[in-house]
């Protein structure tokens, strides 16, 4: 079993940047391919950035790209997001999860989702 656990979510301005990270323990990490998703009030989590097991490979949501990057450092149970250039639609609460099976980019194939980090980002 892992466990995940998000933070650095906080009120911030746009134009901003802000790194977010998630924190694993319980089991190997470096096995495991991990991924950013966003829930924004009244919509449904989107998936925004994922990193394969050793960070040679990430993939973004078109919507984020160029502004989000993903990385990790698998010595520290960790996975980061930085986002620059905040822009208010990126109010959301952020999650990190563990993939399981199927798409990379589908909500659904993921497993072990922390509690959610909130960003809120003010024009």
């Known amino acids: 079993q892992v466990q995940l656990v998000e933070s650095g979510g906080g009120l911030m301005q746009a134009g901003g940047s802000l790194r977010l990270a998630c924190a694993a323990s319980?089991?190997?990490?470096?096995?495991?391919?991990v991924g950013w998703f966003r829930q924004a009030p009244g919509k449904e989590r989107e998936f925004v950035a994922g990193?394969?097991?050793?960070?040679?490979?990430?993939w973004y949501a078109d919507l984020v790209k160029g502004r989000f990057t993903i990385s990790r450092d698998n010595a520290k149970n960790t996975v980061d997001l930085q986002i620059n250039s905040l822009k208010p639609e990126d109010t959301a609460v952020y999650y990190c999860?563990?993939?399981?099976?199927?798409?990379?980019?589908?909500?659904?194939?993921?497993?072990?989702w922390g509690q959610g980090t909130q960003v809120t980002v003010s024009s």
């Open positions: 999860a563990v993939h399981d099976r199927g798409s990379v980019y589908s909500v659904t194939s993921y497993a072990h």
């Open positions: 319980g089991r190997a990490f470096n096995v495991l391919t």
């Open positions: 990193i394969n097991t050793l960070g040679g490979y990430t």
